[in-house]
Nanobody, 117 residues
Framework: QVQLVESGGGLVQAGTSLRLSCVAS????????TAWYRQAPGKQREWVAT?????????ADSVKGRVTISRGNDQNTAYMHMTMNSLKPEDTAVYYC?????????WGQGTQVTVSS
């Protein structure tokens, strides 16, 4: 019912910035909130940030002050951006977009972010 596609990952140096994007299609009018999660090698997936359909953001303590999340809609798609500043090697992970909607939860396929020291 809701499909998600992430983009924007890559290999970057510590201290730089990166912008991740997530495009939602399908029944976007049913989306209640969208979020970013990440999973580092050998670790469990962890929550990074959420933004509600009303535009209210929330951030994990590990990224607070370094991350900004925003959202918007076009006619047939919804999008969410996350700008990450002052990147650290410990930010290296696969980043997943998540949408909480009336039919349940959807996940994207993930985008790899690698931060070199």
């Amino acid at each position: 019912q809701v499909q998600l596609v992430e983009s924007g990952g890559g290999l970057v140096q510590a201290g730089t910035s990166l912008r991740l994007s997530c495009v939602a299609s399908g029944r976007i009018f049913t989306i209640k909130s969208t979020a970013w999660y990440r999973q580092a090698p050998g670790k469990q997936r962890e929550w990074v940030a959420t933004i509600t359909s009303g535009g209210i953001p929330d951030y994990a303590d590990s990224v607070k002050g370094r991350v900004t999340i925003s959202r918007g809609n076009d006619q047939n798609t919804a999008y969410m951006h996350m700008t990450m500043n002052s990147l650290k090697p410990e930010d290296t992970a696969v980043y997943y977009c998540n949408a909480d909607h009336l039919f349940g939860t959807s996940w994207g396929q993930g985008t790899q972010v690698t931060v070199s020291s």
